[in-house]
């Protein structure tokens, strides 16, 4: 992708699935390789592509407004398959247009502004998919997204050499039990400390507990 104008971005490359269609992925680039893979994809797999393949493309342009974007062919934007059946929701579907009516400006501005459209289809794409999830949708199974930055991140690095190491053992309860404690124990500290109180510094260091620690009795 070439964003040198960031208003007209082009598409240096193109290389398709060879598996099924996701969409979200994980992307890793080593050496003139890419590895690729997907959560919540059934039999996606990792994928491995030559990217000196991109080496003699032939450009294509991208479209920037929501009407171009429509009338491009699903083969060239597979990616963005499921934004055209956001897109069309966003036109027909009753209560499409709920998220922006706080602001009515938005949609006025949109039926005039393909691009502003375009805009508010990704925006409206991004919150539903975390509302998808939440509600347990089955129909958007393949659109749910849980936002967690790099706290994830940190949590594994946390739980390492414990009993939630393992995804399959967290459950609800130990885990929101082992943060408010963690949490509390670390706020008694930062409030010894306060007072002038020396506080070693492994008192802060708080490992997890395993769930019978926290049961009553």
């Known amino acids: 992708m070439d964003v040198t104008v960031p208003t007209t971005p082009v598409v240096l490359g193109w290389l398709p699935t060879q598996t099924v269609s996701a969409p979200w992925r ?37 479209p920037t407004d929501l009407n171009r974007l429509l009338a491009h062919t699903v083969d060239v934007m597979a990616p963005l398959l499921l934004v055209r059946g956001i897109a069309v929701e966003l036109d027909l579907a009753p209560g499409a247009t709920a998220p922006f009516e706080c602001d009515p400006r938005q949609i006025e501005r949109a039926e ?24 347990g949708d089955a ?12 706290a994830m991140g940190a949590f594994n690095e946390w739980v390492r ?22 949490g509390a124990v670390l706020l008694r500290v930062q409030q010894l400390r306060t007072q002038g109180i020396t506080v070693p510094p492994e008192a802060a260091r708080i490992a997890p507990k395993p769930a019978d620690f926290f049961k009553e009795g």
Not at 112 to 131: C, E, I, N, T, W
Not at 139 to 150: A, E
């Open 139 to 150: 129909s958007r199974k393949g659109d749910y997204q849980i936002w967690c930055g790099p």
């Open 26 to 62: 994980d992307l890793k680039v080593f050496a003139n390789r890419m590895y690729v893979v997907a959560d919540g994809s059934g039999p996606h797999g990792l994928q491995v592509f030559d990217l000196t393949r991109l080496r003699s493309p032939q450009p294509t342009l991208v």
């Open 112 to 135: 005039r502004d393909p691009r502003h459209k375009m805009a508010l289809v990704f925006r409206s794409y991004l919150g539903q998919s975390s509302k998808w999830a939440i509600q």
């Open 161 to 182: 050499g414990s009993e939630l190491e393992d995804y399959t053992q967290r459950r609800v309860v130990p885990v929101g039990m082992n943060l408010l404690w963690g």
